[in-house]
């Protein structure tokens, strides 16, 4: 048996400008239909002001996908809580890379810094409301 777990964000229409990001931070192939891309026989709502969001997205960086939509217009949007996006690598430089490129106009809830279990190490919340963080394991 083959399965994947993948993580699956909603965002209150601004799904295109967070994966934008994503990909110029993360790199990968980034695949996006939009409500309008949709056909008849999906019963998708045709809101004209939705047209242009994201009905669905996927980022995928070598084997790690993350996917995503906008909430659709009938349904109301919930934050996302609880939960934060992982990212481990390999060198110090890395994660700071990825720290400052993800970070920036968020909320950083712990700057990147040597801890116990790793090299470095901080979490943040970006400025889309996605949690995140980035780890560099101690070598051993």
Known sequence: M????????TFNGNC???FALYKQVLG???FSL????????ACVPKDATYKDKILHTCLTV???SVMASDCPPHQPFSKIQGVSISLNVDS?????RLFKGLSAGG???MPLAKTFWAESFGMFEDRFGV???VNCEAKR
């Open 107 to 109: 909320n950083v809830h």
């Open 16 to 18: 295109r400008e967070a």
């Open 28 to 30: 990968g192939e980034l």
């Open 131 to 133: 949690g995140w963080m």
């Open 62 to 64: 070598g084997d790690f």
């Open 2 to 9: 083959s399965m994947k777990i993948i993580p699956y964000l």
């Open 34 to 41: 939009t409500f309008a891309d949709a056909p008849e026989e």
């Open 92 to 96: 110090v430089a890395e994660a700071e």
